[in-house]
């Protein structure tokens, strides 16, 4: 997979030293850019964006400033990024980092890790205002995470059997 795309998600889960703490929030439209490293030098730079508006201050909508990454490891379903360098503050990039998860080839979805605070957000494939998320639910649930599908479900008002699946549990 070429590095140089826009993954844009409607909504995120945030995860706080491997636990589930919120979302799907509902609608909450992110841009994940990944492309060629915009200082010139090698690896690649990802940047996030607020895709629901420009930030009251800063009349922008970077959600997280531009950081410069290499590629930590490659296989056919996954591709891990590793920030490096600092910035012109100082800050290290080393903190952060991105998995770029495919299904049969295609990017299926990023989760942005931030190693020293121990944070990952995953943020969810784009879905239309309104559309079910049973087969979100259906990969929460087969990946042993029932708890946040059943939240998801209840959240949605998603019940009846066309959404349940043998030998899961939604409680």
């Avoid at 889960?13 to 030098?41: D, F, M, Q, T, W």
């Avoid at 295609?106 to 494939?125: F, K, Q, S, T």
């Avoid at 784009?126 to 259906?138: A, E, H, M």
């Amino acid at each position: 997979m070429k590095l140089d795309f826009v993954f844009k998600s409607s909504d995120h889960l945030r995860y706080e030293n491997g636990n589930h703490v919120s979302g799907p929030h509902g609608g909450a439209g992110r841009a994940v850019k990944v492309e060629p490293n915009i200082s010139g030098g090698e690896g690649l730079t990802v940047t996030l964006y607020n895709l629901d508006g420009n930030h009251p201050v800063w009349q922008n909508n970077v959600q997280m400033a531009p950081k410069q990454m290499k590629i930590i490891k490659e296989t056919n379903d996954k591709i891990v990024l590793r920030g490096y360098g600092h910035d012109a503050m100082g800050a290290s990039f080393s903190d952060y980092g991105l998995t770029i998860n495919l299904k049969n080839g295609e990017l299926y979805n990023c989760i942005l890790h931030m190693h020293d605070r121990g944070v990952d957000i995953e943020y969810l494939p784009w879905q239309k205002k309104n559309k079910p998320l049973t087969s979100y639910i259906k990969h929460l649930a087969v990946c042993g995470l029932s708890k946040v599908s059943a939240r998801i479900k209840s959240a949605c008002n998603l019940t009846g059997k066309c959404f349940e699946m043998p030998n899961v549990s939604y409680t």
